[in-house]
């Protein structure tokens, strides 16, 4: 969680009083009680409001669970991500992951247990990825990882089969935790992000379709 509501508060309060102290000592050539208990008083209230408002931010584009960017905070960091491309001539890339069998986790294990599998589902896709990215709880047991500065087809297919191995060292209660990763490249495939998203998520739906029919087949 940030501090920066908190700082700001308390420099706010810090500057005010000090304001207020001047006057007083300019007019009566003296500082009075009040004017030092003043300190002591405010500024833990001011960290105190600060705090509140860090929270709120905190919670406005966190997902409670993982801890991980939730839709929200996506759809509002699309803009300045693909403002930024544009203006460098760049290209970026939408994943869309969703997580294969967690029905299964659920119905089996209960959704205490599933909560800790997506928590710890989450806290692989973030060290799979770059600093840049953004990995986020898109809802449910679907996630998205929207990353900058991909430049060709290649580079995101290294970073899927990153994703992919990953994973692959993760076990939870003898369970093999996998995804499906549907792809879309800005600007190729779309100009906005509901368009990347519906792109992204029909190639996911393909591959998925795809594992049950291998499933099936033995």
Not at 12 to 19: H, K, M, Q, R
Not at 30 to 36: Q, R
Not at 46 to 72: C, H, M, V
Request: aromatic share 12%.
């Amino acid at each position: 969680m940030r501090y920066k509501g908190r700082i700001i508060t308390l420099l706010l309060v810090f500057l005010v009083n000090l304001i207020y102290t001047a006057f007083y000592f300019l007019r009566d050539g003296k500082i009075g009680w009040i004017e030092y208990t003043g300190y002591p008083i405010l500024l833990p209230l001011a960290w105190w409001f600060g705090k509140q408002y860090d929270k709120a931010r905190y919670y406005s584009e966190k997902d409670p669970l993982t801890g991980i960017y939730n839709r929200r905070y996506v759809e509002s960091a699309f803009t300045a991500i693909k403002s930024k491309l544009d203006q460098n001539g760049q290209s970026g890339s939408v994943l869309l992951l969703d997580v294969n069998d967690f029905k299964l986790v659920n119905d089996h294990l209960g959704h205490k247990m599933g909560d800790e599998y997506l928590l710890l589902l989450a806290n692989q896709l973030k060290k799979s990825v770059r600093k840049t990215d953004i990995v986020a709880r898109w809802g449910g047991d679907e996630f998205l990882i929207l990353s900058p500065d991909v430049q060709s087809k290649e580079e995101l297919d290294k970073m899927i089969e990153r994703i992919h191995q990953n994973l692959k060292q993760l076990s939870f209660n003898n369970i093999k935790i996998s995804v499906s990763i549907g792809a879309a490249l800005y600007p190729k495939h779309g100009n906005d992000l509901d368009d990347l998203l519906k792109v992204a998520d029909n190639n996911m739906y393909q591959l998925k379709s795809q594992k049950r029919l291998r499933d099936t087949l033995g």
